[in-house]
């Protein structure tokens, strides 16, 4: 176990909406520095837990702990169709305080490490689908660039695409300092993408089992291709009893 310290920390949270019971007992932990992923199926209540996370909502019982500032990338796509991708960008710095200025200038530093040079004066719908989801991320990141959570970030890509940009996110971390916990429900991308792997059931979710992923070499294309890739597919399929 690693000796970083927690930057989230959930200690038998519950949560009911009403007489609908959506988390039952979720305890888990993300260190200082880690990519954790959240499996499950669809609708057990993966949202729920960044939600709380947030403060949007508190839970019912059980304790959150959150050591730092949290960046929150949406589902959905947040940009505002009307706004230069650059101003979208720099939106959470406006916020923050900054004149327009000086957050353009600090939006314009980051743009090569976000792939995105060249594309500042475009509007989102000149975007792909790809493009956006760098903008979204980067916009996130400029929130906070401390602690970052990913809903489904590749959600809403075809699977091109897809695998474009998990190997691009992986490229984005290491230069990163930021601790990072993804929800998916997609088996491979949780191994290719996460340390750490905790698999929820279907609500009322409780955590079935927690995946430590580890690779001797660095993650490529061809890592999916691996025997542990594939025993790390092999447990995390047995322990959703698929």
Do not use: C
Not at 100 to 109: F, G, M, T, W
Not at 192 to 210: C, E, H, I, R, W
Not at 228 to 233: A, G, L, N, T, V
């Amino acid at each position: 176990m690693s000796t970083y310290q927690n930057k989230i920390a959930l200690s038998h949270v519950k949560k009911s909406f009403g007489t609908a019971e959506i988390l039952k007992d979720i305890s888990l932990e993300v260190k200082k520095g880690q990519v954790v992923a959240l499996l499950g199926p669809s609708g057990s209540g993966k949202s729920t837990i960044f939600n709380l996370i947030t403060n949007l909502i508190t839970p019912d019982e059980g304790t959150i702990t959150v050591d730092g500032n949290v960046g929150y990338m949406y589902q959905k796509d947040t940009m505002v169709p009307w706004k230069k991708v650059i101003d979208n960008i720099a939106l959470p710095l406006r916020f923050q305080g900054m004149n327009k200025r000086e957050a353009r200038e600090k939006a314009i530093s980051y743009l090569d490490t976000f792939g995105l040079s060249g594309y500042e004066t475009k509007y989102p719908s000149m975007l792909s689908g790809g493009m956006k989801q760098r903008a979204n991320f980067l916009k996130t990141y400029l929130t906070s660039n401390d602690i970052i959570l990913l809903d489904e970030p590749f959600g809403a890509l075809d699977s091109m695409t897809r695998k474009r940009m998990q190997m691009w996110l992986l490229s984005v971390t290491k230069e990163m300092n930021a601790t990072i916990l993804l929800i998916t429900h997609d088996i491979e991308e949780a191994i290719f993408l996460a340390d750490q792997v905790y698999v929820l059931s279907d609500k009322p979710a409780t955590v079935l089992g927690q995946v430590a992923v580890e690779f001797e070499t660095e993650r490529t294309e061809a890592t999916v291709l691996e025997e542990r890739f594939i025993s790390y597919k092999k447990k995390i399929t047995e322990i959703l009893e698929l």
